[in-house]
């Protein structure tokens, strides 16, 4: 085996390297858009519970002071 050919499996190594660490970086990408996108999802839950919570809180102090206001009035 002579240089040249030496050379040339050596660069077909790298290329098949080179294409396995790109398939790697895309898979990689993904899962963080993936990972991103599941946090956002959570992240809109919680502020939709926070949202309904804080309803439930005002709607609360509503009513107790609605009920207040008509105790006092009789």
Do not use: N, P
Request: glycine residues 6%.
């Amino acid at each position: 085996m002579d240089d040249h050919d030496l050379l040339q499996r050596v660069d077909e190594k790298v290329s098949a390297l080179h294409s396995r660490f790109d398939i790697l970086e895309e898979d990689i990408k993904r899962r963080l858009v993936d990972h991103k996108k599941d946090d956002e999802k959570f992240v809109t839950k919680v502020e939709f519970d926070s949202v309904k919570w804080l309803g439930g809180v005002v709607g609360a102090v509503v009513t107790f002071l609605l009920g207040l206001l008509t105790l006092l009035k009789k």
